[in-house]
């Protein structure tokens, strides 16, 4: 594979009650553990907000690529993630994911179809894939 794009990211101190920056500095984010997690919670963001966020914003930018090929102008669309985390049963964690896609304007079956077509382009989509229960849904 020809890499188009590196992003690079370091995480520092306490795991998710640390700190995360990128190599250029845009991303400098302190992180702490929800309470759902035995944390203290707050006004701090975790690994599974930042991955829903990448997710959500990759997942979208692969619904309006395939949108363009299938010639339809999409109007006020967006894409939410929800990531989950819990333990796997063997001592370790794993994550799940849901992905709603909003687009209005256009019939269900077409919005059906195009998140179906954006979860095989999306590159999130194809890294969690087997790995990660994804489901899909979309509203009109």
């Known amino acids: 594979m020809q890499v188009l794009y590196t992003a690079e990211a370091t995480a520092v ?3 998710r009650d640390g700190e995360v920056r990128s190599s250029d500095g845009v991303l400098d984010e302190q992180l702490v553990t929800p309470t759902e997690l035995g944390g203290p919670g707050g006004d701090k963001t975790n690994p599974e907000q930042l991955f829903a966020a990448g997710y959500a914003a990759c997942f979208h930018s692969a619904l309006q ?3 363009r090929r299938a010639k339809l102008a999409l109007t006020s669309t967006e894409v939410t993630a929800k990531v989950g985390i819990g333990p796997n049963g063997e001592g370790g ?6 992905l709603h896609a909003h687009l209005p304007g ?3 079956a077409v919005a059906d179809d195009l ?3 954006a979860h095989q382009v999306c590159p999130y989509s194809n890294a969690t894939r087997g790995n990660i229960e994804v489901a899909l849904t979309a509203t009109v």
């Open 13 to 15: 101190g306490d795991g």
């Open 106 to 108: 256009v019939e269900q």
């Open 65 to 67: 690529v395939v949108a």
């Open 115 to 117: 998140v179906a077509q």
């Open 93 to 98: 964690y794993q994550l799940t994911v849901a």
